[in-house]
């Protein structure tokens, strides 16, 4: 393209996602002086409320997983050119999978539950966003566009089963019955009292082991291959004998269930029952994660952390800083999107012309043949 | 027929937003560009409206605040997709999380009233117009309930959406313009060869978008409410969205995608706690979810196929 050469691939994954961030997060500064507090003070205090102190650093560990769920089900769709906005029902309708598990087995020691707890609930997400991925498929209707009514469709539904079906009689508010004490996934503070009774479990664990499998998924098995040869070329794809449809729905359903592990993380440990709404947008950060992570589950678990740091910083912010509310974090994480996924190109032609300008001042000949060619 | 009238009444109050917003919606589509960003856009104008009305003590000010921020995301929007060649749904989705973050986090640290702005009243609101007559003639039976109670007393922006669907309809089909419109929508390689602008022209369908929408989301904070409330908007972007597709992106069947969905959301607040004969109690939850219900079975092609423009969501790339 024009006369630019590709640049270095280090410049590609590592350099122009840390600029896009960057930027993303200068605007953000932006914005905090222009409400009159300072930018510079404000990071202080999210750091110290993130790290800072055991009860902080539980919190930021629990968004952390949760984060890393949302955003690998986002980027596994990604890489085969798919844009799954439906995390969010997903995860809401995988809660229902795990606690009508949950409840079922109550009694039943955690160990054992946990697997049939996850496998409910990752059914559950990923039947859900099988649906628009057969839709695609088969009739054709955008992926896009469907994950969004579907993420309506599971509000409504999920708010008539909560409120009208699970809902104790005796409990006021809307949510389910509370699982057994035995089968509620562990928290991590029983073995780390440094974590000080904060609601990060299990799951983290089965969230890194996610990522590393998802990895395996993408880069060295036979259908991660054919994922991304979809991704990047649909009909090429198809001329390869690779069967498009299949593909979309078996991607859609991983996707799904990827996202329903929140609910192994929420409902059956951090809050140990299933309540209204509560997903609580976490299945639209992993949108922003995925984008920041460059769909690569080393990026996706660095940028998960830093959603992490964010989002409990941010409460600790909000307490500190009391014109600085938490919308602030969304604020950041549409930046974040905005730069890394719809604008990354803005960066990329100034960073070619520097290395473009770099290089003909080293090795002036070569590139000056280069012109000629 | 007073509960009838009364359920008409409010479809119209609720689809005028929804109006506004779907046509907007149409005009960036029949360019080429997705736009997601209705919801964030909806919600910004909302939040302008009625800041700006809250410190002026004037709606039209407001009105013109709503305009002026949904014109900024759509800057945002065209910059990203026209010429940075970004994906424009991901824009879109960005655009609707600022919307959503920066209303709270502004109202939040200019009013301290957790988001919510100042309560509107006198003329930072607007109120419905009396139609010529109208008083005179709501005791004739029929007509005056018709004359009187439904088509008269409404703000002034919803009588703009509805006249918007015609001179829509008139632009699309009748002018230069949407000639162009559609085509840079279809064909966009058509255009350049022919020596137009296809950034231009995509520049100017989301201007217009803009407006509309911008129109839209005033209405939900100066005239449908008296101040702005986090997440006012509450998905009404999307079911304009839904709508459009619904009405194969044309403007009377876009009228009668938002009316019906309209429809469906006054026969809710009627219907609540209403039993039914056979059916019994209809729960609020089944019609809420109803028209994107009916939307994906009509994207499915269970009820007619609906095709959007065939370059809508790419880029154009001038060719070197």
Redesign the interface.
Known sequence: MSGTMPLPRWVDVILLPVLNVTLAFIIGGIVVLAVGENPIEAVRIMLYGAFGYGYGFGFTLYYTTNFIFAGLAVAVAYHGGLFNIGGEGQAYVGGLGAILVALAVGGLHWALALPLIMIAAALFAGTWAFIPGWLQARRGSHVVITTIMMNFIATSMMSYIISRILKPENVNSDESARIAEVTRVPFLSEWIPFLNNTPVNISLFIALLALVGVYVLIWHTKFGYELRTMGHNGVAARYAGMSNARLIMVTMAISGALVGMVAVNDTAGAHGRLLLGYVAGTGFVGIAVAFMGKAHPIGVGLSALLFGVLYQGGQELAFTMPAITREMIVTIQALVILFTGAMSNMLRRPVEFAFMAARSRREPDRVAQEKEA | MEDLISVLITTIRVSTPLILACLAGLYSERSGIVD?GLEGKLLGSAFGAAVVAALTGNAWLGLLAGVGVSLVFSA?HG???IN????????G??????A???????G???FGRG?NTPPLSGDARFYGIQLPFAQELAGVPVIGPIYSGLLSGHSILTYIAFLAVPVTAWVLWRTRFGLRLRAVGENPKALDTAGMSVSWLRYKALAITAVLVGMGGAYLSTAQAASFSREMSS?RG?IA??AL?FAKWKPYPALGACLLFGFLEALQYRLQGVRLPVIGEV?T??M??LP??L??LL???FVGRAIAPKASGQPYVKE?
């Open positions: 997601i945002i910059l990203a997709s940075f060649r970004g994906n424009q749904i991901i824009s989705v960005a655009l609707n999380f600022l959503s973050g920066l209303t709270v986090f502004l939040g640290a200019w988001g998905g999307y969205l839904a597709i729960p939850q089944a809420q979810a994107y219900v939307t994906i994207l499915a092609g070197r």
